[in-house]
Every structure is written in structure tokens, then in C-alpha cells.
């Protein structure tokens, strides 16, 4: 019997800046978040570097000794990627490349690498393939001589192209291709949600990793794949849900993220439309994690660019299981204790004053279930009622799971 072979992690480590703009709580949490980035990819973090600059170094990014520093560590325990908060600017990237003489990534090249392993269908990779190709558009100083074999040899150049140049022309014209190919599948889509009805549009939206997925399968009892890593979902899924004997469609879209790249908000035009033409938006939060605010604020930030921050909100505080504070006697000698909130604890807090319905549950162990799918249902009763008001006496709320 053949043993099953494990999965060799690259070794990593990270960098950034303590700026003006971001101070060294901040970037721990964003170091914290790339770290996960940089095992969903596949690396193991082997040490962090931090500097504190009033802004990146033009060439390097950071100092000339906190670059020597990274190189030595580098050099001395094998490290085969070195990985930056920011976005690298093509010059950084090139003269980085040179002096530390291993692969230099980026956030964003990181996000794109994720999204490029976990797209499943043929849009989604398309979409990722688009993004990549207009990350590496600018940034095209090393050896692209591959390239060449797209189009065979005879002919390809004009005259006096250079190479760089003739790579620059392969890529342009992958890029073309590509933004027709997603036009055309964008078309396709826009047609499939223009026949799927009347019918009441729900969309799950939150940052990465706060279980849509699996509130997805919960309530749809279909199995979309949800995993503990960022990005598991990257492919749209709709599902028909029925709460009590109300109808709707439930669609799971991509997790947001801090600093997301433009090339993927682009790229993902289409799976953005499932938010912008739902008729409402279920905002699930990972209430366990520590970062929570700023996951809500970025999440409302992305809704807002893509104009659909006035849409009706349900917030659902999802992870109550997982959630714990720490307790502390004032006897030092007391040893730290975890404490889990009840529902009662959680109804006075201020996320229960939200502007918008809210509940807290657990996906993973259905927890306060009964009460969520009744918040769902009234909400989804009023948008029906608002478009066919002369048939809401056909609808009466039951508990399906209780029929």
C-alpha cells in the first residue's frame, strides 16, 4: 500500500514597516493575517521583520541594514521566500531580487498565488489568470524567454523589438483575450440571474474565513466545500433555500481581506455583481477572533465601493463556541481562566445594539439556529411582501427541523 506523501511547506519570512500610518499593534495584526496568507499558500514562517520608517525606502523598501539583516538570516538558515506586507513596486521588486538572491513576493502576489491554487471552475481561473497577468505586466525584468514558445519563433518580433518587449506584447495580448473571454461569461451570467426569477436574492458577505461556507451548507443542506484556511471559496454558489415554506436563493460569495488587491476586485467584477444585484446581504462575523472591528470595517468598506451599502443587512455574529475572554483574580498568584458568553451575555453587548437586525450563533455546532432562520425569514418576508404584496398570507413561519 502506497503511503500517502505529506505536503513539504516552502520556509518563509515576513517584513514590514511600522509607519506613521500603521503602528506596531497594527502591524502585528497585519503580520499575524500574512502569516495564515503565507500557510494557506504553502510556507512556513520562520521569523518576522520589522523596521520603523516614516516611509518605504524607494528602492528597497526597507533600510540598507534591516535588508543586509534579512539577507544574512536568509542565507545562513536556507530561506527560499522572502514576503512583504505592501505591495512591492516594480523597481523594489527587481533590486530586491538582486541583492537577496531568493524569491520575493508581495501581499498581493501572495493573495493571487491562493486564489490561483484554489480556483476550481473555468471563470474563476480565468479571473485569477487576468489578475496575474496585470500584476506582472510592469514588474517584467526577469527572464520571460518562455514566452517566446506561445507563438513560435519566425516571424514573432517586429523589428528591433526586444525581448522584454515582445513579452510585454505576449501578455497584452493574453490580457485582451482574456477580458473578452470574461465578457462573454459575464454576459452568460447576467442572462442565468435575469431567469432565475422573482425570487428573493440573498448574498452571505465577510471577511475571509468567517465560516459562510459553512453557514452555507447548514441552511441550504448542500455541501460547499469550507475549510479552515483563507480563501477556500473562491467559486460563486447559489443555492435555493427554503425557510418555513419561504423560498429564496442563497448565494456564498469570496471572503474580503484587508489591502485587496485592485487586479482581483476587477477581475472578480462578476462575483461582486451577486452582492450588487442581491436584494440582501447577510454580513457574517467571526466573533472569536480578535480582530473583529476592523474585519466589519473593511467589509463595509468593499460594500461601499462597489455600491452596495445600502442594501437591507442582517449581521450575524457567527464562532459563540469558539469565543472565550480571559478572567483575572486580583491575586497574581490566580491562574488565568477562559470564560465562554451566554446568548443573554451577548444580547447587552453593542453588537447586539447594531443598526441592523443581528444574532449570534454557531455554524459548526447550530447554536441559536432557531432564532437566525427566523430573523432570515422575517427579513426575506418583507422584501416578498414589498414585491408581491397580495400573496403574504400564503407564507407562515415554521422550524423545518422541528416539522
Sequence with gaps: MLEKKEHIYEKAVLVGLITKEQDEDKLTEYLDELEFLAYTAGATVEKRFTQKMLQ??????????????IRHFVKENEIGTVIFDDELSPSQLKNLEREMEVKILDRTNL????????????????????AQYEYLLPRLTRMWTHLERQRGGIGMRGPGETEIETDRRIIRDRISLLKEKLKT???????????????????????????????????????????????????????????????FLLTDTVGFIRKLPTQLVESFKSTLDEVREADLLIHVVDISHESFEDHIASVNQILQEIDAHRKPIIMIFNKIDDFSYEKKDEDDLTPITKKNISLDEWKKTWMAKSKFPTVFISALTKENFPEMKKLIYDEVLKIHISRFPYNDFLFEYYDDEEV
Design 185 to 247: 461569461i459575464d454576459k452568460q451570467m447576467a442572462t442565468q440571474r435575469n431567469n432565475r426569477g422573482k425570487m428573493v436574492r440573498v448574498a452571505l458577505v465577510g471577511y475571509t474565513n468567517v465560516g459562510k461556507s459553512t453557514l452555507m451548507n447548514a441552511l441550504s443542506k448542500s455541501e460547499v466545500f469550507a475549510e479552515n484556511k483563507l480563501f477556500a471559496t473562491l467559486d460563486t454558489t447559489v443555492r435555493k433555500v427554503v425557510i418555513g415554506n419561504l423560498p
Design 56 to 69: 518605504p525606502d524607494s528602492r528597497t523598501f526597507v533600510g540598507k541594514g534591516k535588508m543586509e539583516e
Design 111 to 130: 493573495i493571487l498565488d491562493i486564489f490561483a491554487q484554489r480556483a476550481q471552475t473555468s471563470y474563476a481561473r480565468t479571473q485569477v489568470e487576468l
